[in-house]
């Protein structure tokens, strides 16, 4: 397995630059995940550190080794792609054998057989190994390529999205499927996605990307509760982190909405002008509270609902256990969390708290 270094990567296309002085450290055998919206560079980041790219700029090394004269076969990495890259015509066997059949790689055929049984049986698909693979459903092709790539023994995984073309459910359990596989191998995992809740469940650590920038990197729960600025918090967390302008004022959050509620340890940004950033959880329904609003519309989610509050022009997200009853239009009134109220600079963005 291998460590990955990005240094002061960046990849222009023409006039259009994708990837702009990226520094990136995944180190071995961690899950890493990089997450960005469509266009953010995620792809080229993988295509760069697997060799099909040339960065315009800076230095990719594996191992401590700059990798940037190697080829794509050189750099012995896998590429796990959204769209599943399969011999249709052949068997799932057949497929899995493949890249241990390469004349470079000289693999015995008794250890070919040994090594694709041992995936067939991680991966849960012995039954299907005589089947052609376009007589299989989406989730079990996509199992299919991941073995591909895990029978080779890369030194480095790298999965584009490879989750997104599959229905809610399967996503799921190939999420946790996919995670515990990684942590079986010990294996170093770059895995770019645009879906949050994939980010936030499988990665050890997670780099989230805007136009080519890397913007923040940490642990899920670092990157969650100190979000370095209204980017990244609107990027993580469902419902997303509530944004709501106002300034400080004696220790209160004003809001141009028109409410004003209590903050921790906010001295000394009075009078400034903010935007407050608080998560749907930090918000609760009390009926003691000054702040008053309207139930805009309610989400029932199993155990609990999601509502949505009209207050003044804002609309706030809460969470509120599903035996609540409301209705649409009711008028409530709420109350926060006074030490989970982040502070953002009202024109950059960034947290105030220097996360
Ligand atoms: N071969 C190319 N030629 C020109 N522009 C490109 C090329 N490849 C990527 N780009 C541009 O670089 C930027 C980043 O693209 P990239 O595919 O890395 O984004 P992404 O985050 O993977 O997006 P998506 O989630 O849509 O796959 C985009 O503006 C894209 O149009």
Known sequence: MAHIELRNVSKSFGANTALKGLNLTVEDGQ???????????????????????????GTVLIDGVDVGSWGAAERDVALVLQQYSLYPRYTVRENLEFPLKSKIRRVEPAEIKERVDRVARTLRIEHLMDRKTDRLSGGEMQRVSIGRAIVRKPRVFLMDEPLSALDA??????????????????????????DQVEAMSMGDRIGVLDRGRLVQVGTPSEIYARPKNT??????GSPPMNLIHGAVRDGNAVAEAGFSLPIAAAASQDGRAVTFGVRPEDIRLDAEATAKGRVHDV??????????????????????????????????????????????DRGSGLNLAGA
Not at 231 to 236: H, I
């Open 31 to 57: 899950f890493f995940v990089l997450l960005g919206e469509t266009g953010a560079g995620k792809t080229t980041t993988l295509r760069v550190v697997a060799g099909l790219e040339k960065p315009t700029e």
């Open 231 to 236: 980017f990244v918090a609107r990027a993580v």
């Open 169 to 194: 459910k399967l996503r799921e359990a190939l999420r946790t499927e996919l995670k515990n596989l990684q942590m079986n191998l010990g294996a170093t995992f770059l895995f770019v996605t645009h």
């Open 299 to 344: 989400e029932n989610h199993g155990v609990e609902k999601i509502v949505t509050v009209a207050a003044g022009d804002a609309l706030l997200r809460l969470t509120t256990p599903a035996s609540h009853k409301l209705a649409i239009d009711d008028t409530i009134a709420f109350s926060w969390n006074p030490d989970k109220i982040i502070l953002f």
